[in-house]
C-alpha cells in the first residue's frame, strides 16, 4: 500500500457529463500529481500541486481543471467528457517538488469509462 | 526525441532466471533522475528503484538492480532470480533537474512475463 488514496476505483458516465476524482496524498506529501494512462498515449502528465499551489500543468485538455485543497488532498474535475476521455488516471505524491530523486508515490487509479 | 525509450516487445524469462529490462533516455540536463516502476495487472503503480545522474555506482534494491552507463545513456533494470509475481509491465521514467523538473516522464513499458 503506497499511502496514496484515490477515489472512487471505477467510474462510469456518459459523454458530456462531469466528474471528480478524488485524491488524498501520504501523510506529510506537500506535492500531488495527476496522471493519465491510456492504451495509445501511455502515462501523460497533467498537473503538479505544491503545497496548495499550482506549479506545472502538462498535457491537461481546457476541459479538465485540478486543485488542491488546505488539508492537501486534491481533486480532478474533467468536464463535458468525450470517449477519448476513458483512462486510467492517477494521482501521485511526493514529499517535496523539484529534487530529481523525489520519489513518487501513485495511488491505485480511477478507472473512468465514457460511454 | 523522446525522452524515454523502451523499445523490447513482450518480454518471457524462466522463473528463477535473471533479465534484464532495457530503457535508453535523452537529456541535456546535467542533473536528472532514474527510475523504475512495475504495474502489475492489478494497475497500481509500485516503485522498484531509483539512480541519479551523479550516483557513482549503480542502484540495488533487493532483487532489482539498475545497470546504468551514463555515456550510453541507457538504465537497464536487472530482476535476479525471477519469481511468478514479477509478471507487470515495467516502466522507466526520468525527471530532469533543471527543465520540467516537476514531472517525472515515462516510456511506453514493457510487459514482463515469468513462465514457472
Known amino acids: ?115 | 526525441a523522446q525522452k524515454i525509450t523502451q523499445t523490447q516487445p513482450g518480454m518471457f524469462v524462466q522463473e528463477k532466471e535473471a533479465v534484464t529490462l532495457d530503457c535508453t533516455y535523452d537529456t541535456s540536463d546535467p542533473s536528472y533522475g532514474l527510475f523504475w516502476y512495475k504495474q502489475p495487472s492489478s494497475g497500481e503503480m509500485i516503485f522498484l528503484i531509483y539512480q541519479g545522474s551523479y550516483d557513482q555506482q549503480n542502484a540495488t534494491e533487493g532483487r532489482y538492480s539498475l545497470n546504468f552507463q551514463k555515456a550510453r545513456k541507457s538504465a537497464n533494470l536487472v530482476i535476479s532470480a525471477s519469481q511468478l509475481g514479477d509478471s507487470a509491465m515495467y516502466f522507466c521514467a526520468m525527471r530532469e533537474g533543471q527543465v520540467d523538473n516537476s514531472k517525472l516522464t515515462f516510456g511506453k513499458g514493457i510487459t514482463l512475463s515469468v513462465r514457472p
Open chain 1, 1 to 115: 500500500d503506497s499511502g496514496v488514496t484515490q477515489t472512487p476505483k471505477h467510474l462510469i458516465t456518459a459523454t458530456g457529463q462531469r466528474v471528480t476524482l478524488r485524491c488524498s496524498p501520504r501523510s506529510g506529501d506537500l506535492s500531488v500529481y495527476w496522471y493519465q494512462q491510456s492504451l495509445d498515449q501511455g502515462l501523460q502528465f497533467l498537473i503538479h500541486y505544491y503545497n496548495g499551489e499550482e506549479r506545472a500543468k502538462g498535457n491537461i485538455l481546457e476541459r479538465f481543471s485540478a486543485q488542491q485543497f488546505p488539508d492537501l488532498h486534491s481533486e480532478l474535475n474533467l468536464s463535458s467528457l468525450e470517449l477519448g476521455d476513458s483512462a486510467l488516471y492517477f494521482c501521485a505524491s511526493s514529499v517535496g517538488q523539484i529534487a530529481t530523486n523525489e520519489k513518487l508515490f501513485f495511488g491505485s487509479g480511477t478507472q473512468l469509462s465514457v460511454l
